[in-house]
């Protein structure tokens, strides 16, 4: 049964006036309100090409107003709208706040004015009751023209899944609470430091480099004496000394993958603080006139070693900028010098077990980089798993049954794990596997398949071809590298691990290609070189003198595989080209019946 109610007025001074006494609870109850420049009619007025929203909680809703008349940056606004209850508390209204927050920016209609201190995923009690009068209210609002799209279709886009107004995990909370305080201890003393923040995939690490930046913009742009909420989580920060230690602060987010870097620069151009020209490649660090007082450097792992670059201008970039840090074109020196000669601190994020090319920087410089942390007392894990529904056991699950050093024996008696409320499924049929995931996708959006590189990419030359062939399934590989799972054509194709590495799906199909197969003579995965395509996967790095056996390349290609098959939220599906690893893999992963 509905009991709320949403009251709608202007946003002046001779409105809340009016409206102020009608009620006991304008003045004296918990509610949630949104404040918007919509015009009348429920329209939204475009100024200079944003919207812009506030959505705040207050016990005294018609005070809280008066104070927000005083602020520059809500002047503008021109509607209110408060939602009130009779079974509302202070723990409803805060988890409804940060609810509507997250939705508004995910919808990417408005630009959300509200500061980042601290949205988590709190617990009350009948929260699973109130949750549901959370969409009930979405749903009044969108009628109203506050959303301009569906629930399922703003938690499928990029600006909701890497929005920095991200409900953060009690792991993920612990984290960026921990960076905090050691940054500003750090930046007190004046001291240079290196953060690591180390994880699995689905812990989350792109979304706390996110929310890390904003929250550090939030507390620099603090207006003196302006009233923060004790309640919120990190509102410690905004107290006095803290704002005074970022004054001026030069911060950017490095992001080594194209697609990914392009997805969040959407994301900062709709947030206040935050800028498209803050992400960056190392490539634009090494170049940038001043250094940086912070770099944030998100998947750690795909930074690059000197080696042969996709390009002989960024071959010819590696050397310059290594000799305008160095003083000489040391070959020894990585992206991660780059980063630590631009900067006074970092932060990198990063999983080892995701590198997945032999230019990326070599596994055992990035194990260097977490034992100084741990020594320095500034490594922070991350451990509950945010994407896989399966929980981090499916992770480790996976990682085991791709173990490039050895495959683990099943006995034929033991059926396969299964992990609950997890559709992982391998299927015999390639075709039915991707009518498997058209019906997905078309139940729940964002269901895609995936494969490793194992065709050749005709179609970038020739548009009327076909890349993947398996019997009488026809396949293309992805038509563009930037945005591709949000690109009209995606479920039609196949993504590559460059353009899903760092993304989520609802059900992701993956193939595992001709390049990946099982010697039952000696119980051990290995590969076929011949069916390998991607060039820079299995170069040998002549600058530096290293060749790439087939063990080496046996690790980059399971590590791919592995990130493929920890992209889906709600399943994986499975469809192997080898025999023999197929029939390997019918002891670890259920059948299709």
Not at 90 to 119: P, Q, T, W
Not at 187 to 196: K, M, N, Q, R
Not at 198 to 208: E, F, L, R, S, Y
Not at 313 to 325: E, H
Request: glycine share 6%; net charge negative; aromatic share 10%.
């Amino acid at each position: 049964m509905t009991h709320f109610e949403i009251e709608r007025l202007d946003f002046t001074k001779e409105a809340v006036r009016a409206w102020a006494p009608r009620d006991h609870r304008n003045t004296n109850w918990p509610v949630v309100y949104v404040l918007d420049d919509a015009k009348a009619g429920g329209k939204p007025a475009v100024r200079g090409g944003l919207n812009d929203v506030y959505v705040g909680e207050s016990r005294n809703a018609a005070g809280r107003m008066r104070q927000h008349f005083e602020s520059s940056e809500k002047q503008h606004l021109s509607t209110v709208r408060v939602i009130v209850d009779a079974t509302f508390n202070k723990s409803v209204c805060l988890d409804l706040e940060s609810y509507l927050i997250r939705m508004l920016a995910g919808d990417g209609f408005y630009r959300v004015l509200n500061r980042n201190d601290g949205i988590t995923e709190a617990d009350y009690y009948d929260r699973g009751r109130y949750r549901e009068t959370f969409r009930e209210v979405f749903d009044e609002l969108r009628r109203d023209g506050v959303f301009t799209r569906s629930i399922p279709e703003i938690e499928n886009s990029d600006l909701f899944k890497l929005s920095p107004f991200k409900a953060l995990s009690q792991d993920q909370a612990v984290a960026v609470d921990g960076i905090l305080e050691g940054l500003f201890e750090d930046l007190e003393a004046g001291l240079d430091s290196t953060i690591v923040v180390q994880g699995d995939p689905g812990t989350g690490k792109t979304v706390v480099a996110i929310y890390l930046l904003k929250l550090l913009v939030d507390i620099a742009a603090l207006t003196p004496g302006v009233d923060v909420d004790s309640d919120s989580l990190f509102s410690e920060f905004f107290l006095p000394g803290y704002r005074e230690l970022l004054t001026d602060i030069r911060i950017g987010l490095v992001v080594p993958q194209q697609s990914l870097r392009e997805s969040i620069k959407k994301v900062f151009r709709k947030t206040p603080g935050l800028r498209p020209e803050m992400v960056m490649t190392a490539f634009e660090v090494g170049f940038a006139e001043e250094d940086f007082d912070l770099l944030i450097v998100d998947e750690s792992h795909r930074l690059n070693q000197r080696a042969n670059q996709p390009s002989g201008v960024q071959n010819r970039n590696f050397s310059l900028i290594t000799q305008k840090l160095f003083g000489s074109d040391d070959k020894t020196k990585t992206q991660l010098d780059w980063i630590t000669a631009k900067s006074k601190h970092q932060i990198f994020l990063l999983d080892a077990a995701q590198s997945v090319r032999p230019a990326d920087v070599p596994a055992e410089l990035l194990n260097s980089l977490v034992l100084e942390a741990r020594l320095t007392k500034r490594h922070y894990p991350l451990m509950s798993q945010m994407r896989v529904q399966a929980g981090s056991d499916y992770v480790g699950y996976v990682r085991r049954i791709l173990d490039a050093t050895t495959a683990i024996s099943r006995p034929q008696a033991v059926a396969p794990e299964v992990f609950e409320g997890y559709d992982f499924r391998l299927f015999d049929s390639l075709v039915e596997m991707r009518a498997e995931i058209r019906r997905r996708d078309a139940e729940v959006g964002l269901s895609r398949l995936l494969a490793g590189y194992a065709w050749a990419w005709k179609t970038k030359t020739d548009k009327t071809a076909f890349d993947i062939e398996v019997g009488d399934c026809q396949l293309r590989w992805n038509s563009t590298q930037t945005d591709w799972i949000a690109s009209p054509k995606s479920v039609d194709e196949v993504g590559s691990i460059h353009t899903v590495q760092g993304y989520d799906l609802n059900y992701a199909g993956v193939i595992i290609g001709p390049d990946l197969c099982y010697d039952a003579r000696v119980s051990k995965l290995v590969i076929d070189r011949g069916s390998y395509f991607d060039k820079k996967g299995k170069e040998n790095n002549d600058v530096l003198g290293k060749k790439y056996t087939d063990d080496d390349l046996l690790r980059f290609i399971t590590n791919i595989y592995a990130v493929l098959l920890t992209r889906g939220i709600r399943g994986t599906y499975v469809y192997v080209c080898d025999p023999a690893l197929r029939a390997y893999l019918r002891g670890f992963i259920p059948s299709v019946v």
